[in-house]
């Protein structure tokens, strides 16, 4: 007890605490937003689909905090990396990463990681959605990788020392369950190879900042049913051979992505953009990876395998004064590349038809701590003979959200 009331010895215990834990990092932000659709019950993926009766809404969007865990070596290099974040709202609680990261310190340029994290493919599905400039994710990336998150393991080389040769180099090699986490368990065997090269901060000049990646998903779903959809020529063809059962449907993607910041008098302009391109197995009505077995009347669904395409582009300045920013993206995402506008017709649905969006806005950087943005989406989709689908949907969305972070 008397070491309680030693100044000495408590200053110890307060620097013998300090030693352990200060690599240890509580973070998080709030995301509240509110937001206005054309018309009630509108389709969006700004944040989900509204509700039958209502045009606008208030909603927290995200509400994450996050543990990280740091352990250095006497150079002061990382050793392991250990991330716990969940995902609380209004609409419940969900874990988001829940991962560790082990380094080997002999060269310092392999890393291994395994747990639940983001899927390594692509730019935009690995830009925290705390320092993305726009509201979401495109479509077609939230439709691909919902969560974008998967579980699984990965080998990554990425050289810790600066003055390394290779130090502007990254690769990444995982492989994945495939479903992410759209479904709580793994429902076959199969697991995706995903696997990104990318080019960190190269210099061209002194105004301008290059970086580029190339990105490889080959993956794909065991086939419960004998009914496998595929497109030939404008239309879905039925194979009902009783060989499919136990066959592996294809998830094959690939994609590459620029990004390219220009200094100049005026600021800051940043160029990025990315294209995918593959084949997607999903069912009739949706081209989202399939978190759990399809089903139709209880007994395992048939599927539709699709070719796809899309890209993304945005245009972003910033003021000499940093806390202005202006943005413009731009994004299509066509879910089935082999048919087209009036092609479509009663024999496809709304998983078919192509879609590009235009949104544009404000961020305005109050504080280290405080953002505000103000965006608008216009979306556009293709006339079709569809029903539901002959004319442009009415769901143009204006939101206003701030962030709040620490």
């Not at 004998?226 to 039925?238: A, H, Q, S, T, V």
């Not at 993607?253 to 390219?260: E, N, R």
């Amino acid at each position: 007890m008397d070491n309680l009331t030693d100044t000495t010895q408590y200053n110890k215990g307060l620097f013998s605490l300090y030693e352990k834990f200060n690599r240890l990092r509580f973070s998080g932000y709030i995301q509240p937003q509110y937001q206005v659709i054309e018309s009630k019950g509108a389709p969006s993926f700004n944040g989900g689909n509204f509700p039958e009766a209502v045009n606008n809404r208030f909603m927290l969007r995200r509400g994450r905090l996050r543990l990280d865990y740091t352990h250095v070596n006497e150079e002061g290099l990382p050793t392991v990396f250990f991330v716990y974040q969940f995902d609380g709202t209004e609409r419940g609680f969900f874990t988001r990463d829940f991962f560790g990261r082990i380094f080997e310190n002999k060269w310092s340029v392999i890393n291994l990681t395994a747990g639940i994290f983001p899927r390594p493919f692509g730019y935009e599905i690995n830009l925290g959605s705390s320092d993305r400039e726009s509201p979401e994710r495109g479509r077609m990336s939230q439709l691909l990788m919902r969560t974008e998150r998967d579980l699984g393991a990965m080998i990554s080389f990425n050289p810790q020392r600066s003055e390394h040769s290779l130090s502007f180099l990254k690769i990444d090699l995982g492989f994945f369950n495939g479903q992410g986490l759209s479904g709580t368990t793994d429902f076959d065997s199969y697991k995706d190879l995903i696997s990104r090269v990318s080019v960190k901060q190269l210099p061209i000049s002194s105004n301008l900042i290059l970086s580029a990646g190339a990105s490889v998903l080959y993956g794909g779903m065991q086939q419960f049913t004998n009914e496998i959809y595929r497109m030939k020529g404008d239309r879905f063809e039925l194979d009902d051979s009783a060989e499919n059962v136990g066959n592996i449907a294809p998830r094959h993607y690939v994609g590459a992505d620029m990004q390219l910041l220009i200094k100049n008098k005026l600021g800051s302009t940043e160029l990025r953009a990315e294209y995918i391109a593959g084949t997607q197995t999903s069912t009739r009505t949706t081209t989202e990876t399939p978190g759990t077995i399809p089903l139709r009347n209880g007994l395992p669904g048939p599927l539709y395998i699709r070719p796809f395409n899309g890209a993304y582009f945005y245009f972003l300045h910033s003021l000499k004064n940093p806390k202005h920013q202006f943005l413009v993206k731009y994004d299509w995402y066509d879910p089935n590349s082999a048919v087209a506008g009036k092609q479509l017709d009663q024999t496809f649905t709304g998983a078919d038809v192509n879609f590009h969006t235009l949104g544009f806005g404000y961020n305005y950087y109050v504080s280290a701590n405080l953002r505000l943005l103000l965006w608008v989406d216009r979306v556009k989709n293709e006339e079709t003979l569809l029903e539901g689908f002959q004319k442009d949907l009415t769901d143009n969305q204006f939101t206003c959200r701030l962030q709040f972070r620490f």
